[in-house]
């Protein structure tokens, strides 16, 4: 197995920790986590289900290095490899930042405006760093089926963030303006 395969799997398991983590942090089972789908449910959830599906052919990849059928080179799969820990980074930072009032779809609870740290730089920087996890995926194991689940997913999440906004827009009135008008929507 190439040296790179390691590294996205640790990576993968770095991420997965992190959202293992988050999840207890916002007090386990049966907790608020799920908010309401911002969007048809068809596509909100489906859109979540293109994001898991590039994931897992990236780990498909690295554990199974001859799978494919396109050849990528080293130099490439490295590339693939540095966008993924950027991603990682990105979300887990996004993660400390949200703190609890991280959910899956809108939240039903109050939450705050989070304008500080990493949100200072982006409205969206969860979803930047899922898009970026995506798009190393499809140089990493560049197959029609991952291409076209990622680009099937960042289509539905751009819809999906355009319907949070309306809702932090609602929620947040005259402070959300400001925000949004200081800092954009991805980077």
């Known amino acids: 197995m190439p040296v790179h395969s390691y590294f996205v799997l640790i ?9 293992t983590l988050q999840f207890f942090r916002l007090g386990g089972p049966g907790t608020g986590v799920m908010g309401t789908p911002t969007i048809e449910k068809l596509y909100f959830y489906s859109g979540k289900f293109a994001v898991l599906i590039t994931w897992v052919m990236f780990i498909i990849k690295a ?24 991603g990682v980074i990105i979300i887990l930072i996004a993660f400390i930042h949200l703190g609890k009032a991280l959910t899956v ?17 982006s409205r969206n920087p969860l979803y930047v760093g899922v898009h970026v996890i995506m798009f190393a995926s499809c140089l990493y194991f560049p197959d029609l089926i991952n291409v076209s ?10 819809r999906i963030i355009k319907q949070e906004e309306n809702f932090l827009a609602g929620r947040f009135g005259t402070d959300w303006m400001i925000y949004s008008a200081r800092v954009s929507r991805y980077v």
């Open 149 to 158: 689940f990622t680009l099937y997913g960042i289509v539905i999440h751009h």
């Open 105 to 121: 779809g809108l939240p039903e609870q109050p939450t705050s405006l989070q304008t500080r740290g990493i949100y200072r730089m």
């Open 11 to 19: 990576a993968f398991a770095f991420l997965f920790l992190g959202f």
């Open 63 to 86: 554990s199974f290095p001859g799978s494919g059928y396109i050849y990528m080179p080293d130099s490439i799969s490295w590339f693939a490899v540095i966008l993924l820990y950027i």
